[in-house]
């Protein structure tokens, strides 16, 4: 079993949908990132948590810290929100997800 | 703003060339890692340096090699690319309870 699982893999959503990606992870952390991946490579970070919420624009990262467990929350998605995301769990090594493959369609 | 370089975005090599794979970063950050994505498996670490000088194994070193003469440069060396190394390879740096930051990545090709 992989230390941090994401799902679904893959997801595709309809302009204006609210979308949640979810993640679980079973090692002890310091914190929690997620990342977005564009087609082409480059990854940036979105979010680092380690308690509760937070919350950039249109996208919001909870936490918890007794469940071990992270949701990604998109409101009001957009085709720009094509990407893969990726969480992954910190405890000053990195463990990553598999990622989330998101499609918003027009 | 960081900035993470790579020496290149794509690259093809033949089975048993020696391939290197350059990181630079502009931020004085102690800690560079280079990773290796395949579809399905998600990243996973190869090698990482806290200090100049100084490197770890990560989780599959096996057929890499590393160098980190200077702060801001880590390099990777496959010693002789076999076609199970075709791969996306990323470099990132971060500061300690910081986030990372990553390079655009290589995609290297090994025919």
């Known amino acids: 079993k992989n230390e941090v699982e994401q799902s679904p893999q893959n997801l595709t959503a309809q302009e204006g949908e609210f979308i949640t990606i979810n993640c679980s992870y079973s090692v002890g952390i310091s914190a929690l990132h997620w990342l977005q991946q564009h087609p082409g490579g480059g990854i940036v970070s979105l979010f680092m948590?380690?308690?509760g919420k937070k919350k950039h624009g249109r996208l919001i990262a909870t936490i918890n810290i007794q469940e071990k467990h992270s949701s990604l929350h998109i409101t009001a998605s957009h085709p720009r929100d094509s990407a893969v995301y990726i969480c992954a769990a910190d405890n000053n090594d990195m463990r990553f997800g598999a990622g989330t493959r998101l499609t918003v369609k027009p | 703003d960081v900035k993470v370089t790579q020496s290149s975005r794509y690259l093809v090599k033949r089975t048993g060339e020696k391939v290197f794979l350059e990181c630079v970063q502009d931020m004085d950050h102690e800690n560079m890692f280079w990773y290796r994505q395949d579809p399905g498996l998600g990243l996973r670490l190869i090698y990482f340096?806290?200090?100049?000088?100084?490197?770890e194994k990560g989780d599959i070193p096996e057929g890499y090699s590393v160098s980190r003469e200077k702060k801001e440069r880590f390099s990777l060396i496959l010693e002789s690319a076999s076609t199970n190394q075709t791969s996306m390879y990323l470099c990132?740096?971060?500061?300690?309870?910081?986030?990372?930051?990553f390079g655009p990545g290589t995609r290297l090709t090994v025919l």
């Open positions: 340096s806290y200090d100049v000088k100084m490197k």
């Open positions: 948590l380690s308690s």
């Open positions: 990132a740096t971060r500061r300690p309870t910081d986030t990372q930051y």
